[in-house]
């Protein structure tokens, strides 16, 4: 696997408002840590983590902190809801040696059969698979071939191709695609007049006594309104 | 339409529409969705209105998820009467919505027809909404 490499600059304030002016000055504050690593908090510029980003997140990459080399690899990206900007970036630190454990996309190839001819849907249902592996051995994704698929078959995690020295940690019976049949529009029913209104939970104690106590107290509270009411007119 | 099926209380209080939404604000099922950008109550029929729209231009395939569900009563005292004398009577259901959130997913189709689709959803809706995608490079979390 290939590494990219990212420029970081330490950062010593920390928090909500020195975050805010360091995305105002083009960069993105992040997190740096990993097993036996203590926390460094630094930044990196927009457009390079983008670069990056855009390559596919399970990407190796040598960050280099006060020119010292690390290998890392994205943990976790925080994005605005609305904007869909990045707003904060982790980075864990991995060793070429110890396994690690990631999600990796899977991508379906073909037209299924079911799709093609009868007209069905095809949808997939898991989208990322866990897998434990070296960080040189993670897939960058995983295909899976769905031209025999017909309405009502699904594949599971099992019929995956899976190269060597990847263990996968999703349960194997996971379905991963399904071919639904063509939904058909039902008739639609003419509104009811009067909506109903939905039933009230009632408290857990004594059920029956509580609804008998609730429904006189309904029938105190409209005779007070009408009495009420009574007395305004006489008004 | 879409209503809640036992409640607690039967009125609720306004309430406010602060801030950005904090969850459902990522495409869960689908590969397309329609975003909102502005707060609003989402009414029960637009949510119906929306839902049809959408429902009668997937004939040739694809499916449909509503992400949201209107679970917010409002009263609404009747015409011509004085003010006080208590709360008025349950009107319709709402949504809460807030930017970010995600109201609609579809899947089995090409990003045109999905477009076209959310379209006509979007304009039945009081509020800004835009097209997103699922993208590799724009999923948000954790990875592992």
């Known amino acids: ?235 | 339409m879409l209503m809640p099926r036992r409640v607690k209380f039967r009125k609720h209080h306004r309430g406010q529409m602060k801030g950005i939404s904090s969850g459902g604000c990522s495409l869960t099922f689908g590969e397309y969705g329609l975003k909102s950008l502005e707060p609003c109550w989402f009414k029960a029929k637009q949510i119906e209105a929306a839902r049809v729209a959408i429902s009668h231009g997937i004939k040739k395939g694809g499916k449909l998820w509503v992400k949201i569900f209107p679970d917010k009563c409002v009263t609404k005292k009747p015409a011509e009467t004085r003010m006080g004398k208590g709360k008025g009577a349950p009107d319709h259901w709402v949504a809460i919505v807030k930017p970010g959130r995600i109201l609609f997913e579809l899947e089995g189709m090409d990003e045109t027809f999905a477009r076209e689709l959310m379209g006509l959803a979007a304009s039945k809706l009081p509020f800004k909404t835009k097209f997103i995608k699922r993208d590799r490079s724009m999923s948000s979390g954790r990875r592992g």
């Open chain 1, 1 to 235: 696997m290939e590494k990219i490499k990212l420029n970081a600059e330490i950062r010593d304030k920390v928090g909500s408002a020195n975050s805010r002016r360091i995305r105002r000055t083009g960069f993105i504050p992040g997190v740096l840590y990993g097993k036996d690593e203590q926390p460094i908090h630094l930044k990196v510029s927009v457009a390079n983590l983008h670069n990056i980003i855009s390559e596919g997140e399970n990407v190796l990459i040598n960050l280099i902190v006060e020119d010292k080399e690390k290998t890392v690899m994205v943990k976790e990206v925080q994005r605005d809801p609305v904007q869909e900007n990045i707003v904060h970036v982790d980075f864990y630190k991995v060793s070429l040696q110890e396994k690690v454990t990631i999600k990796v996309p899977i991508e379906t190839t073909g037209e299924a059969k079911g799709v093609k001819e009868k007209g069905g849907v095809l949808e997939q249902i898991l989208r990322e698979l866990e897998v434990e592996c070296l960080p040189n051995d993670i897939p960058e994704k995983i295909t899976l071939d769905v031209s025999e698929l017909d309405i009502g078959h699904s594949f599971t995690v099992e019929k995956l191709k899976i190269q060597p020295g990847v263990e996968v940690l999703t349960p194997i019976d996971s379905t991963v695609v399904t071919v639904i049949a063509p939904t058909v529009l039902e008739e639609e029913k003419k509104p009811e007049e009067e909506i109903a209104e939905p039933e009230l939970i009632k408290k857990v104690k004594e059920e029956e006594g509580v609804e008998v106590v609730e429904s006189e107290e309904v029938k105190e509270e409209e005779s007070k309104k009408k009495i009420r009411e009574e007395k305004d007119e006489k008004k």
